[in-house]
T-cell receptor, first 115, second 109 residues
């Protein structure tokens, strides 16, 4: 079956612009999490959505936002881009059931470069 | 937030077993231990997870100590393709997954 799909793969934006990244989880997966990865900070948790509700949020400024649609697809938005937002943005999906814990399946990421 | 401690780097000879340790002393009773690896800026790949029993799958084995405060991931016959950063983490159903710096494993020919 298809894996986690993130679009676009690469993106170049200018400071001050905004950007929207998309993630399509594995069919049947209801939980979607977003991570930012930079060489200096490693993998940092942004937020997690389950059944269209934000369940957890990391320590990022309000410029970073996300949402999940009824088909479990998710988008994240970064407004007023800064140079420091340049990173690999990773999306991960899981079944996210209450009783049984499953691992995450990650997408290949979107490489965002802010110039 | 879940906190784990791993050595920053390890070497392993090709064909030998790679044993990667992880300390998770603050884990509580209903939190699962997960292992992932990341190869050269690809998305992390799930390897294995467990609660308190040892687990084995086609990729690796997971040994969890009886007090659950530490675990070891075992790659039984390491190959060059196992060179990656290995992350140990843990979470409950509703908790977020926090990744530490991980262990950079180098498999040497």
């Amino acid at each position: 079956k298809a894996g986690v799909t993130q679009t676009p793969r690469y993106l170049i934006k200018t400071r001050g612009q905004q950007v929207t990244l998309s993630c399509s989880p594995i069919s049947g997966h209801r939980s979607v999490s977003w991570y930012q990865q930079t060489p200096g900070q490693g993998l940092q948790f942004l937020f997690e959505y389950f059944s269209e509700t934000q369940r957890n949020k990391g320590n990022f400024p309000g410029r970073f936002s996300g949402r999940q649609f009824s088909n479990s697809r998710s988008e994240m938005n970064v407004s007023t881009l800064e140079l420091g937002d340049s990173a690999l943005y990773l999306c991960a999906s899981s079944l996210g059931t209450i009783v049984i814990n499953y691992g995450y399946t990650f997408g290949s990421g979107t490489r965002l470069t802010v110039v | 937030d879940a906190k784990t401690t791993q050595p920053p780097s390890m070497d392993c000879a090709e064909g030998r077993a790679a044993n990667l340790p992880c300390n998770h002393s603050t884990i509580s009773g209903n939190e699962y231990v997960y292992w992932y690896r990341q190869i050269h800026s690809q998305g992390p790949q799930y390897i294995i997870h467990g609660l308190k029993n040892n687990e084995t799958n086609e990729m690796a084995s997971l040994i969890i100590t009886e007090d659950r405060k530490s675990s070891t991931l075992i790659l039984p016959h390491a190959t060059l393709r196992d060179t990656a950063v290995y992350y140990c983490t843990y979470k409950t159903s509703y908790d977020k997954v926090i990744f530490g710096p991980g262990t950079s494993l180098s498999v040497i020919p």
